[in-house]
């Protein structure tokens, strides 16, 4: 076996030409660590000795008598081919969009909401077309796009196909549709007057806190006023006092 290299052929080799059988299983023991050592990164367990061990018969070409932990494997798997994987016998009648783009065409056909096919057939045609460009250099025009969906899904969407003709392309996709719309109004049944009562929650919080502020003003400048009335000096009253003392010390004695 090529991912072993030629050494541990060679090893192999010598363990079967010994006699004794208790050193050959000693060996034995030994190589199957040195072939561990050799593929580090495969995992540890019972299935990775046992392919070990497998390897090492078949490197032996079945002639290894010792005492393993596995029985030694059959000779006719050497020669067995794996089964044949029988190719997909769908007739896709456009290949290269593939079986999702029809699955996706049936699936539009049984939506219930009419917006919701419509959605989903805008969907299908940005599908389509990148599907189109990843095999073409050109591009496919939409009506194009929307003839063969309307072929796959036998005619059942000639309304809708023809309302986008009319329209254009959707921009939301098929999970932007009523689902969520329903959804939302389920989380919110009361709609805009929940949001106005917290609004006006917050408003009169707003006041409160209003009021609060306008009282803390008041009282500061009470206590402001106080303290102008204990003695405290103004800023020009501290200017004319440095005034003062630089005529003094400019003064000759």
């Keep these: 076996m090529k991912e072993y ?6 090893l192999t080799d010598y363990i079967v030409s010994l006699p004794d059988r208790e050193q050959r299983t000693k060996y034995a023991h030994i190589l199957i660590e040195l072939m561990r050592q050799i593929h580090p990164n495969m995992r540890e367990g019972i299935d990775y000795s046992k392919k070990l061990w497998d390897d090492l018969y078949v490197i032996a070409n079945f002639d290894l008598d010792v005492d393993s932990p596995f029985p030694p494997p059959p000779k006719e798997i050497l020669g067995k ?5 029988p190719y997909n016998q769908q007739q896709l009648k456009h290949r290269l969009y593939g079986r999702n783009l029809e699955l996706l065409v049936v699936k539009a056909m049984i939506t219930q909401d009419y917006d919701e ?5 805008s969907y299908m045609v940005r599908l389509m ?13 939409t009506n ?5 969906i309307l072929e796959l899904s036998g005619f059942k969407l000639q309304k809708e196909i023809d309302d986008l003709r009319r329209d254009g392309l959707m921009e939301s996709s098929p999970r932007d ?13 009361q709609g805009g007057s929940q949001f106005r ?3 006006g ?3 009169r919080g707003g006041d409160r806190s209003n009021d609060r502020d306008r009282n803390r003003g008041d009282r500061n400048n009470v206590d402001r006023n106080k303290n102008f009335s204990g003695g405290f000096k103004t800023s020009s009253d501290r200017n004319n006092t440095r005034n003062d003392r630089n005529n003094n010390n400019r003064r000759p004695r």
Aim: proline share 4%; charged share 25%.
């Design 129 to 141: 077309k990148s599907f189109f460009q990843v095999w073409n250099k050109d591009t496919i025009e």
């Design 5 to 10: 290299g030629s050494n541990i052929q060679k």
């Design 117 to 121: 096919r419509k959605a989903f057939v």
């Design 81 to 85: 081919k794996p089964m044949t994987v």
């Design 177 to 189: 549709g009523s689902s969520n719309r329903q959804r939302s109004q389920q989380n919110h049944p």
């Design 197 to 199: 009562d917290n609004r």
């Design 144 to 148: 194009d796009c929307l003839q063969q």
């Design 201 to 203: 929650g917050n408003d």
